[in-house]
């Protein structure tokens, strides 16, 4: 008997959910099977409504939305034109996909305050705990607990987040694609935008995402779930994303593929 669990690690996009800003937030158009009866008939002249199962047609939805909306892969493009030292970032179409569907390794942080900055000594100190060295293009997904504020408008400034040091950790380890349970991958902009307004010091702007110039990565943001897979390593992630010519992300349905 097949005994593979597959672990839905991704939102539902929703329309006017307040967990995005308001620039963002998604919206749907929901079209149901009465409208649609009267989409069909105007491709198919003289056809009744009576001639469709209980005179009810298509359903369709018109949905308005960023590629950063609902569950996510930001491409090294949403960071900076140049990775690597200064060749073409990569947009999302031109992501490998071989990097998105491997090992995955869960980090738990969810004990942390809000707005605490994930250090390469919280990483060392985490995968000592769950006894694991990470191999080049393990997916690294990290736990802050922030999912559960899924749907309200404190999301926004809920959980721990990496900085560029802790980013760099990984990507020198061979990692290329990570993720989050939180907003973003870097600490809830309203800590950095106080931390900026106390020191002036421009380095704590967006630092996790922009250490993607000097080394080009991709992560996941919003996604959800981290806490119901049984193991912290020794099980699969899958997260390829909608291929969108010359985009910065695209979504993905981030599923954990556990044996």
């Not at 996009?13 to 069909?40: C, R």
């Not at 198919?44 to 569950?71: I, Y």
Request: proline share 7%.
């Amino acid at each position: 008997m097949d005994k593979t669990q597959i672990i839905d690690l991704s939102i539902s996009i929703e329309s006017d959910l307040p967990s995005d800003p308001p620039m963002m937030v998604p919206k749907i158009a929901y079209v149901d099977h009465k409208t649609g009866a009267d989409q069909m008939i105007e491709f198919f002249p003289g056809l009744e409504k009576d001639q469709l199962p209980e005179g009810l047609g298509w359903a369709l939805e018109m949905v308005t939305l960023t590629t950063h909306s609902g569950t996510h892969l930001d491409a090294p493009y949403h960071y900076h034109p140049t990775m690597d030292g200064g060749k073409k970032a990569l947009t999302i179409d031109e992501i490998p996909l071989d990097w998105c569907f491997r090992d995955g390794v869960v980090l738990d942080f969810s004990h942390l305050d809000d707005g605490v900055a994930i250090t390469p000594a919280h990483l060392d100190q985490a995968l000592d705990n769950i006894d694991y060295s990470l191999n080049p293009l393990d997916i690294v997904l990290i736990r802050t607990g922030a999912d559960k504020f899924w749907g309200k408008p404190e999301y926004l400034i809920k959980g721990c987040g990496m900085t560029r040091e802790s980013t760099l950790y990984l990507l020198d380890k061979g990692i290329r694609i990570t993720g989050i349970d939180a907003w973003s991958w870097d600490r809830p902009l309203p800590f950095l935008a106080e931390e900026f307004a106390k020191t002036g010091d421009p380095s704590v702007i967006w630092e996790a995402h922009f250490a993607g110039i000097e080394k080009g990565y991709c992560h996941m943001e919003k996604l959800a779930n981290l806490d119901k897979i049984p193991k912290s390593h020794g099980f699969k992630i899958s997260c390829l994303p909608v291929k969108i010519k010359n985009a910065s992300a695209a979504w993905v349905r981030a599923v954990a593929i556990v044996d």
